[in-house]
């Protein structure tokens, strides 16, 4: 076929996505047996196709010889083809619009992807972030208001959020302007005391103190916004980032301290949020009222038990905003504990092979730039399934990769492609420690030391 | 860098335990509890598309059906007095009676909530309810609301030596089919006729209580067969004076007192006894529910035990309220040399295609006397039905034994009792009848007794 004539260095991922291929088939083949009564229906067509997205995003990887992780973009097409499974079951008149946002959001992964990857991204950040600023107050002043919150830009008819996109442009942002703090470099020697930034000399670097101003707004504004959840994914993921790059306890600290401040705030000011607190605190003093939809969720987990009820025998409908906020919770009950513990594997092995990658990077830029990513995709993993599950207040923010929407989709597989462009070189540099002799270790520890420094160099260029 | 990506890493961990923990407890540890909620709208929903299963009476008689799937088909067509025990299932007014105590089985969830996975797409659940067979005896139901003859009370037939509840009727009800119509009016009645009195109506015993304390009394060696009280009329306990309205008995012994119901020789009986009597009352479940497939009333049984506590309690009055489940259960244990069975209401429950799926058998629930102060007591019964007070309840042809009593009440005249048993080929059945403010015992309930047990006992 077409890779007949390349040389294919993606056999991993190509094992892996033909697995989950595979897998979305049978939920599909399931899918269509409990409605239609055929194995070879609609719904087998639709959840096939979701996947070979992906398959298609492989084929272009492996074309333009990216070499990157290979894990990654399965554990995506997992997550996908889970999500896209149980909104054909949810809502089949969505699943065409849902299909599409697949293919377009991978389309932008590849994209992102190899635009990372050859560092074209670099010092990119900030420009993102100012743009995600602007477009921001725009919505502010002339959104509309979807679920409590005024995050939404209409433009023909389509909607978009645009804090969706602005989670990325934090990230890239964070990567670039902390990548220059002397803390992030590696150690000379692993015995060696590790570097740490006080809070003063990150606020003497130029670039460490527009990102801070930045964040600062964004955040605001998404709080402004009313979408409070989208920030705390934000807050959190910034402040985690900052951490990794600085090492810098008291910042942790401070910000957990402002984030409580500010929650308490939010509650006083916003009913919505104020009302999602007590609905989380007590769900069943309130049941068919504020909590409505977390009890809902809670029949519909109690309801699937151990090997859910099967596709096609739940009525997952039964929860307000299922295909969105709470699809977790929505397919645990066709699909059961055995079913709910496997997409929190699958989102605990991406962002957890997201930091190992990131711990394996080239470059602290790229390091953080992976960091960032894997945050933000972790902390609204968080979010959302223990929204779901009660552990956490709900809030109105999707499953990555998995909840229907294509603002979602699409920002989400964005911030999947950065991510997957900040692993380049990590395998191929472990390859190289692996095949290398003893005598050629000296080598490769020179080669780390040089592109420190043009990091070093590069990001000094970026705060004149 | 990397240790402080490596600390994100265990945060992360730490993060998705939770959410695995989280998971695990909702849809392991809760789920059964969720699943079976009555909040939860999918057993609404699930109901729209289940054939209810129906309830029998002993002889396979149809008591309530659903003639299509769903609630709003379900016609009732047992005999009225047990309308009050079935109790009704509505889509909106929802259910109760056996039909809500009963509902896991009807509606066919009882076996198991089906959650199979994925093999449910291919097997389908099933879409019929299991069905109920109950012990009640339809005939014996009937006579005992021919006895009720529209008179506010109830009726509990029990066969003593299986613990299979015969017959509960109450008395006055309304037809399932009209109380969903005309619910507001239903409700609004005085006379309460949606209460299952049998179960849970709770009246004060009166002189029924007396074959329990002198079963008491002879085990606590107060009495026996050859001990004479000498009744002089009336005694004193604590503050009040409790006399006999027949005046004073003389020399008396157990059995004559039981069959004249001396309340001097049980007062006397009863301060003797002390703190024991209440607790040995409380043998008789008279404290508590008695444990039944159907909803029963707790009795309430003050363990006070001054001396104007237990002359009260010595003729069945004071704080004492019991159902006539309660008072049937100790007549069923006198005639069971002590011995009461476990009252039992669902006999088998038989899936769509009349496979048993479950089947009571018999069980001890407790041994509140012994044998050989049940047999005093039960030959004391005999000669109240022979020459006492309950004379109106004898039948020729059977050995019957029984105790009346005239329980007073705030609400009016007082209400009229009878517990007795007839024993017949081996058979032993036990009958409570109360008629609420239906004046003396002797004259309203005892002579009700004859048509119910001749309907059990003689199989017609």
């Known amino acids: 076929m077409i890779m007949r004539g390349l040389r294919c260095r993606r056999d991993t991922e190509r094992s892996l996505v033909g697995i989950v291929m595979l897998l979305a088939g049978l939920s599909g083949i399931s899918l269509s047996l409990a409605r239609s009564g055929s194995i070879f229906g609609w719904d087998t067509v639709l959840c096939f196709a979701a996947a070979t997205a992906f398959a298609v995003a492989h084929l272009l990887l492996a074309a333009a010889r990216f070499d990157g992780d290979q894990v990654i973009s399965a554990l995506i097409a997992a997550a996908a083809a889970l999500g896209y499974a149980s909104i054909l079951r949810l809502r089949p008149d969505l699943a065409l619009r849902q299909l599409s946002f697949i293919w377009i959001g991978v389309g932008v992964m590849v994209a992102a992807a190899l635009w990372q990857s050859k560092g074209r991204a670099s010092g990119s950040g900030m420009a993102l972030a100012a743009g995600a600023a602007a477009l921001l107050l725009v919505t502010l002043a002339f959104g509309q208001e979807r679920g409590g919150a005024r995050s939404w830009v209409f433009i023909g008819g389509m909607g978009f959020q645009p804090s969706e996109f602005a989670k990325i442009a934090c990230a890239l942002a964070g990567a670039d302007a902390l990548s220059a703090l002397p803390a992030c470099r590696k150690a000379p020697l692993p015995s060696a005391a590790p570097h740490r930034a006080s809070l003063g000399q990150m606020w003497a670097s130029r670039p460490v103190r527009a990102v801070f101003v930045v964040w600062f707004a964004i955040v605001a504004l998404t709080v402004l916004q009313r979408d409070v959840g989208t920030a705390a994914i934000i807050y959190i993921s910034c402040v985690a980032l900052a951490y990794v790059a600085s090492g810098n306890r008291h910042l942790v600290l401070g910000a957990a301290a402002l984030g409580a401040a500010g929650v308490g705030l939010a509650c006083r000011f916003f009913p919505h949020v104020g009302a999602r607190f007590a609905a989380w605190s007590n769900p069943w003093a309130d049941a068919a009222g504020s909590s409505y939809q977390v009890v809902q969720a809670f029949y519909a987990l109690g309801s699937g038990g151990m090997l859910g009820r099967g596709y096609g025998s739940g009525s997952p409908w039964l929860i307000p905003a299922a295909p969105t906020d709470m699809l977790f919770a929505a397919s645990a009950e066709e699909i059961g504990l055995a079913g709910s513990l496997g997409v929190i594997a699958i989102y605990f092995l991406l962002v957890g092979h997201a930091y190992a990658c990131a711990m394996r990077g080239r470059s602290p830029r790229q390091q953080l730039a992976a960091v960032g990513a894997a945050n933000i995709l972790a902390v609204q993993a968080f979010v959302i399934i223990g929204g779901n599950l009660g552990v956490l207040p709900l809030t109105g923010v999707t499953l990555p990769f998995a909840s229907y929407g294509g603002s979602s989709m699409i920002s989400s597989l964005a911030l999947a492609g950065i991510l997957l462009g900040s692993t380049v070189e990590c395998e191929s540099a472990a390859d190289k420690a692996a095949s290398a002799s003893a005598g050629a270790a000296g080598a490769t520890t020179d080669v780390d030391h040089g592109s420190d420094g043009n990091d070093g160099n590069r990001g000094g260029g970026d705060g004149r | ?460």
């Open chain 2, 1 to 460: 860098m990397n240790h402080r990506i490596s600390r994100l890493l265990g945060a992360w961990m730490v993060g998705c335990a939770v959410l695995a923990l989280a998971a695990t407890y909702y849809q392991a540890a809760m789920a059964d509890r969720l699943a079976a909620s009555p909040a939860n709208p999918r057993i609404a929903n699930a109901e729209k598309s289940i054939w209810r299963g129906s309830i029998l009476d002993r002889n396979g008689e149809i008591l309530a059906e659903s003639l299509e799937r769903g609630l709003d088909s379900r016609v009732y067509r047992g005999p009225g007095s047990l309308a009050p025990l079935i109790g009704y299932a509505h889509p909106t007014l929802g259910k109760s009676g056996l039909e809500s105590a009963m509902d896991q089985w009807l509606s066919g969830r009882g076996w198991s909530y089906s959650r199979t996975g994925l093999l449910s797409t291919m097997s389908r659940q099933p879409d019929r309810g299991y069905s109920v067979r109950l012990t009640i005896d339809s005939r014996v139901q009937r006579a005992c609301e021919a006895a009720l003859a529209g008179r506010r009370g109830a009726a509990v037939a029990v066969d003593a030596a299986s613990g299979e509840v015969l017959a509960a009727a109450s008395c006055p009800w309304v037809h399932p089919a009209l109380s969903e119509s005309a619910w507001d009016t239903v409700i609004a009645r005085e006379d309460s006729p949606l209460i299952c009195r049998p179960l849970v109506g709770l009246y004060p015993p009166g002189s029924t209580i007396k074959p329990a304390i002198a079963g008491a009394a002879i085990d606590m060696g107060l009495a026996g067969s050859g001990t004479v009280y000498d009744c002089r009329g009336s005694i004193r306990a604590g503050g009040t004076i409790i006399s006999d309205a027949a005046g004073a008995h003389g020399s008396i012994d157990l059995r004559a007192a039981i069959a004249l119901s001396c309340n001097t020789t049980f007062v006397h009986l009863a301060l003797k006894a002390g703190p024991g009597l209440p607790e040995a009352l409380s043998g008789f479940y008279l404290g508590g529910a008695l444990p039944l497939d159907a909803p029963t009333a707790a009795g309430m049984l003050s363990s006070e035990a001054g001396d104007d506590a237990l002359g009260q309690l010595a003729i069945g009055q004071g704080d004492l309220v019991v159902t006539p489940l309660h008072v049937a259960m100790i007549a069923a244990a006198v005639v069971n040399h002590g011995v009461m069975m476990r009252p039992r209401l669902v006999a088998e429950i038989r899936s769509a295609d009349g496979a048993v799926v479950t089947r009571s058998s018999p069980g001890v629930l407790c041994v509140p006397m012994s044998a050989d102060a049940a047999r005093i007591v039960a030959a004391g019964m005999r000669d109240a039905v022979e020459w006492g007070t309950a004379r109106a309840a004898n039948l020729p042809e059977y050995a019957v034994g029984g105790k009346t009593g005239t329980a007073e009440n705030p609400h009016g005249a007082p209400h009229a009792w009878f517990v007795g048993y007839a024993q017949h080929a081996g058979r032993k059945v036990v009958l409570a009848i109360i008629i609420e403010n239906g004046g003396s015992g002797g004259q309203a309930a005892a002579p009700l007794a004859g048509g119910i047990f001749r309907a059990v006992l003689s199989g017609r």
